[in-house]
Nanobody, 123 residues
Framework: QVQLTESGGGLVQAGDSLRLSCAASRRTVGSYAMGWFRQTPGNEREFVAAIRWNDGSAYYADSVKGRFTISRDNAKNTVYLQMTNLKPEDTATYYC????????????????WGQGTLVIVSS
C-alpha cells in the first residue's frame, strides 16, 4: 500500500506560478508512473501530466503544455507539478496518482490517489 499526500495548493492570481508536491509514503520497485489530474465540481477527472519514474520521461495534456512541468525527486519519493502562467480555467482540485503502467492518461488505470489539493486562480 502506498499513500500519496499532495500539498502546495492555494489562491493565486492569473499569471502567477505555483508548485504542487506529492509525497509517497514509501519507495516501491518496478516500473510505474506518477500522474497529476484535476477535477472541478460536476466534471470528470482530467489528465494533466505524468512522469515515468524510471527514466523521467514526461507527457502533458495539450491544455497545460508549455506552462506546467512535472518532475520527480527519487530520494524524497516526491513528484512535483510546477505551474506557471496560471489561468482561471486551471482552477480545480489537483490529485496525484500512481499507475503500474509506464504511460497512461486514463484515470481508471491509476490505483493509488492522494486526497487532492485545491488551486484557485482568480482573474
Amino acid at each position: 500500500q502506498v499513500q500519496l499526500t499532495e500539498s502546495g495548493g492555494g489562491l493565486v492570481q492569473a499569471g502567477d506560478s505555483l508548485r504542487l508536491s506529492c509525497a509517497a509514503s514509501r519507495r516501491t520497485v518496478g516500473s510505474y508512473a506518477m500522474g497529476w489530474f484535476r477535477q472541478t465540481p460536476g466534471n470528470e477527472r482530467e489528465f494533466v501530466a505524468a512522469i515515468r519514474w524510471n527514466d523521467g520521461s514526461a507527457y502533458y495534456a495539450d491544455s497545460v503544455k508549455g506552462r506546467f512541468t512535472i518532475s520527480r525527486d527519487n530520494a524524497k519519493n516526491t513528484v512535483y507539478l510546477q505551474m506557471t502562467n496560471l489561468k482561471p480555467e486551471d482552477t480545480a482540485t489537483y490529485y496525484c496518482a500512481r499507475t503500474i503502467y509506464i504511460s497512461s492518461i486514463d484515470p481508471t488505470e491509476y490505483g493509488y490517489w492522494g486526497q487532492g489539493t485545491l488551486v484557485i486562480v482568480s482573474s
